[in-house]
Nanobody, 113 residues
């Protein structure tokens, strides 16, 4: 099982980034997927979840209305569109398959002017 995040980088406040997580080694469409983030000195925080069948989504209050999680089951990929980024969004972002327990290596997002 492998999860590979990409798309992070340095962006100015108010900017946007789109993270991708490519999954392999399991039947992606069967599983809920999540994005987490971890800022320096802080605990890992759940950011967003997308359901395996309905595609229903939930978000942390801190990102609601700014971030959108989506998935493409044909490409075995989950995305996180991040808009109106703030300095407090700076963190390493991880994708996670909770029923499998696997984590990716993370991708760094830095929001700074």
């Amino acid at each position: 099982v492998q999860l590979a995040e990409s798309g992070g980088g340095l962006v100015q406040p108010g900017g946007s980034l789109r993270l991708s997580c490519a999954a392999s080694g399991f039947t992606f469409s069967y599983y809920n997927m999540r994005w987490y983030r971890q800022a320096p000195g802080k605990e890992r925080e759940l950011v967003a979840t997308i359901q395996r069948l309905s595609g229903g989504t939930t978000y942390a209050d801190s990102v609601k209305g700014r971030f959108t999680i989506s998935r493409d089951n044909a490409k075995n990929t989950v995305y996180l569109q991040m808009n109106s980024l703030k300095p407090e969004d700076t963190a390493v972002y991880y994708c996670h398959a909770p029923s499998i327990g696997s984590w990716g290596q993370g991708t760094q997002v830095t929001v700074s002017s």
